[in-house]
């Protein structure tokens, strides 16, 4: 067949335009690099949220894109006026809101190379080393955490799509019911598939469910105690109740680490209740999981040796700039059943090397592991763990503080590094949620640090997180002076 040509020929004495020269870009990296180096060094002078409304940024910028080139210097002068310092600074030391977090330096460097290299590991061939890599920096993650020779890890986003891909599994696993190949949709055959999680389930867990085809109303919010732990005993009641009902057990998602409270789901007692009912059992780790680096706080998140899948994230608490979310998974086969398919054109010789694109939805992937790796050889894990226990330390002075002062309550417990708690002015419940908001308003407008909140119940309770690396003591007393200042101002 003779194929006609679409477009005009190019003259072959014409130069192709090209890349930038590449000393005009040396020049530009070494200015990046000291930009870089000034901003970790003076960060602190940001407000850690900018003060500027919806649409400013879009405003001071020109609304349609460059027809001619625009010189390296000045895209960075730019970068300089109005991008950093209109962004909300997550490597600020103020930084505690959420689950505070820091892209450290040689984190930094894994990044700037990686995107130097601009692989997409999609197979082994089209990566070698990052694939190889990749499994190697989870194995040592793996045996930092204590967790089985069996578990293989590899690195995704986040831990949202960690979860989905575990949950996929769950789903593949159920080969009976064929859902890889006849799908979900026309089936009346199908028994709904329940998926459980405590009431303190991450959202990500719904959204894999929503995104699977599992529905809303098939993942049960299992009831949690006093300290905000899913009660096994009530989950065993869910799991019976649903059997008996024609449904099908598909998951048991278990939070190690919940997002409000770092609360930890007993998964000895859920483990032992999965392996009994056949059950998938996936552990959210994605905070507190890369803290069992440190066998004391291992101590307290026991059983999770037993899940069938875990998902922890680097970018949270390993010092690893967002996005790096490490999965693990007891049998790699079960990611596979779930999610390979590999068209002619993606076909390579290599056998028994792991092709990453097998092990979930995307084709291709950047080189996370590198950034990974350079924080593990950096800080080396004696250098992490001392980090952690640091904030660990940390939350627990501010959290005595808190405690010693009249007018303010411990709102949960803290087995890492992230505090609940609230003011407790002599008011009706939501009058004192509405101070409480007012309160952290008016605590975050000091800009010098950044709290979130949360709902405890009918209880709307302050978060201060420790995760950065640079946050210091006299930062926490400076945000707790403002905290007790300002509660005297509104309450008159
Ligand atoms: N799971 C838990 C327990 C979380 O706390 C979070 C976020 O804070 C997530 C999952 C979602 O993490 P990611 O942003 O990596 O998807």
């Known amino acids: 067949m003779k194929i006609a040509a679409q477009q005009p020929a190019a003259s072959p004495a014409e130069p192709q335009p090209g890349d930038i020269p590449v000393e005009v870009f040396r020049q530009a990296m070494h200015r990046v690099a000291d930009m870089i180096a000034d901003y970790l060094s003076n960060v602190a002078e940001y407000p850690v949220v ?3 409304s919806p649409g400013d940024v879009r405003r001071a910028l020109p609304p349609s894109g460059p027809a001619a080139a625009e010189p390296l210097d000045a895209i960075l002068d730019d970068y300089q006026r109005l991008i950093e310092p209109n962004t909300t600074h997550w490597n600020h030391p103020g930084f505690m809101a959420y689950f505070a977090n820091t892209g450290s330096a040689p984190g930094i460097m894994g990044e700037a190379l990686a995107a130097a290299l601009n692989v997409n590991a999609m197979l082994w061939r089209t990566g070698p080393a990052p694939t190889e890599l990749e499994g190697l920096t989870c194995d040592w993650l793996r045996q930092w955490m204590g967790l089985p020779a069996e578990f293989k890890g590899h690195i995704n986003d986040t831990a949202s799509i960690g979860s989905l891909l575990a949950l996929g599994a769950a789903r593949a696993r159920l080969r009976d019911l064929q859902i890889r190949q006849k799908g979900m949709a026309g089936r009346p055959e199908l028994p709904a598939l329940r998926v459980y999680a405590s009431e303190h389930a991450h959202s990500s867990i719904d959204k894999a469910c929503l995104t699977l085809g599992v529905g809303l109303e098939n993942l049960r919010k299992i009831p949690a105690d006093q300290a905000y732990r899913m009660d096994p005993a009530a989950l065993a009641a869910a799991i019976a109740e649903d059997k008996a009902a024609g449904r099908r057990p598909m998951a048991v998602v278990a939070t190690v680490g919940t997002t409000s409270t770092t609360s930890v789901d007993p998964v000895p007692a859920i483990a ?3 392996r009994r009912e056949q059950v998938w059992l996936h552990v959210d780790a994605a905070y507190a999981g890369v803290a069992a680096i440190c066998p004391e706080l291992r101590a307290q998140m026991p059983g999770l040796e037993q899940a069938d899948s875990l998902v922890t994230n680097p970018h949270k608490w390993l010092f690893v700039p967002v996005d790096c979310s490490v999965l693990f998974v007891r ?42 790796w350079m924080v593990f050889r950096a800080f080396g894990l004696e250098g992490l763990q001392a980090r952690i226990r640091g904030h660990c330390g940390l939350a627990r002075e501010f959290a005595a503080w808190v405690e010693a002062e009249p007018g303010f309550e411990l709102c949960a417990p803290i087995p890492f590094s992230t505090v609940c708690f609230r003011a407790t002015p002599p008011m009706p419940p939501a009058a004192q949620n509405d101070f409480n908001e007012r309160l952290l308003a008016a605590a975050n407008s000091d800009g010098s640090f950044f709290l979130s909140h949360t709902k405890l119940g009918e209880r709307l309770v302050l978060r201060l997180c420790v995760g950065n690396l640079r946050t210091s003591r006299e930062l926490l007393r400076t945000a707790w002076r403002v905290l007790r200042e300002k509660c005297a101002e509104l309450r008159g």
Do not use: W
């Open 50 to 52: 900018p003060r500027i």
């Open 272 to 274: 032992e209740l999965c």
């Open 331 to 372: 049998d790699e086969h079960a990611l596979k059943e779930a999610f390979s398919l590999v068209p002619e054109y993606l076909r390579t010789s290599e056998s028994r090397v792991t092709n990453l694109m097998d092990l979930g939805v995307q084709l291709g992937r950047r080189f996370r592991a590198l950034k990974m």
